[in-house]
């Protein structure tokens, strides 16, 4: 079918129909082909079954006719309308864990610091709360924990959908671009959409020059296709060595390091394999508690390896380590230009059941290496924006009783409980079950149950609606949960066997 709509509106608003077979759908401007996305179509039988509308950018060409061509129905095309403005998602959701306002979304990508404000790009699908159309959405906030949702910035084109990377700011006034010009990293994923079959992915860039808000693609590509999907670039600047390195994910347990002093042409210096890593690379040097530092390589799924680097290659012990006890946090990623810190967010792989959202943020939490017999270990604890603006709501030292405490007011609530001598110890908060068990050194959250190991010194629990983060032993322990309920207020109790101190905090 072939429809044609005149553009009078900043936005076209396409019905994302709930549980139908994707269907491609192409758009067309004065016979270029602008747009082309999967999407789950309305059909006559469902009628006007449509769970939200997805807002298609269209400014720059308001007064001209877009063309509508794909397997579609008379329903879809009708249910097609224009706005200024994007429609606000008004559902319940986490206060502090940044969730889209619809759609899917995945790997944090792009994050940089920048004039007090930090931007979190993100794997996204506008198009349905699968996994599909990777662009890349954009949100800013000042203090990492309040987000504002902006336009997407990078939509799928002819060389393939906009899969993970990274950025930067051009301090060093490379590729004719201002100083002040943010520079973008992203693998254009060639063969996995339509659109782009025959072609292979490879490694691009986009830029800003207004302060991240607007991206512009940069025409060819800054690393050719190396082998399999290659992807998930992430650039920094290696101040030792006066170069720009890029760690790249290739394939299997395989990666690739390159190096670059212009960020245009770019050598492969290294070629590692990694015990079980996959995906979403990065490589920093992280500070020791108490002084010093250690080089680090990341990968998604929170493994890390300790090792030293000097621009050219990374030599590691090959000890692979585990910064998750849970496998819900994923693909971290961290800022440029946070110079005094290292701050890491997470994607947390939540399903938000019959939510017309998928995918959250963690609470972004700073890195640091605790030196425990002799071994050091990585601490994740909250940024100290969030210990800023919690609010001591309850404090007591407990022996062997029970307390009860009623949050009145929506809001993120953490309990921390320093632990002295506990055999159990029994969080119900929201109607939400949660128990230590120092015998055998098991969480159990609801059904879950997580070895966390004995003689816990201390547990932070955050609950954020459907999200519940959970810290032990200053950081080195971290696990994250999706609960059955979304509930924001109403009875916590603790139930203590053995001696505590619990202070309850809101945030919100």
Request: aromatic share 12%; charged share 25%; hydrophobic share 35%.
């Amino acid at each position: 079918m072939r429809n044609e709509i005149l553009l009078q509106c900043k936005y076209l608003l396409l019905p994302i129909a709930r549980e139908q077979e994707y269907e491609v759908i192409s758009f067309f401007v004065e016979e270029e082909k602008v747009f082309e996305f999967k999407i789950p179509v309305m059909n006559e039988e469902n009628n006007f079954d449509y769970q939200y509308k997805a807002p298609v950018p269209v400014a720059s060409y308001m007064g001209k006719y877009i063309r509508v061509e794909g397997n579609y129905s008379a329903i879809f095309f009708k249910e097609i309308s224009q706005s200024n403005t994007i429609p606000k998602n008004n559902e319940r959701r986490p206060i502090l864990h940044f969730t889209p306002n619809t759609g899917w979304m995945n790997d944090p990508n792009g994050l940089i610091y920048k004039n007090g404000i930090y931007h979190l790009y993100f794997q996204y699908n506008p198009f349905d709360t699968k996994w599909e159309n990777m662009c890349w959405g954009h949100a800013i906030s000042g203090d990492m924990l309040h987000w504002e949702q902006k336009e997407t910035v990078l939509y799928p084109d002819q060389d393939g959908p906009i899969f993970s990377g990274s950025g930067i700011v051009n301090d060093n006034a490379l590729l004719g671009l201002p100083k002040d010009a943010y520079i973008y990293f992203y693998t254009s994923a060639g063969g996995k959409s339509e659109w782009s079959r025959g072609k292979l992915p490879v490694q691009k860039i986009a830029y800003s020059i207004d302060g991240g808000n607007t991206l512009h693609k940069k025409e060819g590509c800054i690393v050719e296709h190396i082998c399999d999907e290659n992807r998930d670039p992430k650039v920094y600047w290696h101040e030792q060595s006066k170069a720009y390195i890029m760690v790249l994910y290739l394939t299997k347990n395989d990666y690739a390091i390159l190096r670059s002093a212009d960020l245009e042409n770019w050598d492969v210096r290294q070629t590692i394999t990694l015990d079980k890593a996959w995906e979403c690379p990065d490589l920093l040097e992280v500070p020791i508690l108490g002084g010093g530092t250690k080089w680090m390589f990341w990968s998604a799924d929170g493994f890390y390896f300790l090792g030293e680097f000097d621009g050219h290659q990374f030599k590691t012990d090959g000890i692979r380590r585990k910064a998750y006890k849970t496998n819900l946090p994923y693909a971290a990623q961290t800022f440029w230009g946070v110079h005094d810190r290292i701050i890491s967010i997470p994607w947390i792989r939540s399903l938000n059941k019959s939510k017309l959202y998928t995918g959250a943020m963690g609470i972004p939490r700073e890195l640091v290496f605790i030196n425990k017999d002799h071994e050091l270990i990585l601490s994740q604890l909250p940024i100290r924006e969030f210990n800023e603006q919690k609010v001591l709501q309850y404090v007591a030292d407990a022996k062997d009783e029970k307390i009860s405490y009623y949050q009145e007011e929506n809001a993120v609530v953490e309990i921390r409980t320093s632990l002295l001598n506990v055999v159990k110890i029994e969080w119900n908060i929201f109607e939400t079950q949660i128990g230590y068990d120092n015998n055998t050194g098991t969480l159990s959250i609801g059904e879950t149950k997580t070895v966390i190991g004995s003689d816990i010194k201390d547990i932070s629990i955050i609950a954020d609606s459907e999200i519940l983060e959970v810290t032990a032993n200053d950081g080195t322990i971290y696990a994250a949960y999706e609960l059955e309920t979304d509930k924001q207020s109403g009875i916590i109790s603790i139930t203590l066997e053995g001696n505590g101190r619990i202070e309850i905090f809101i945030v919100s």
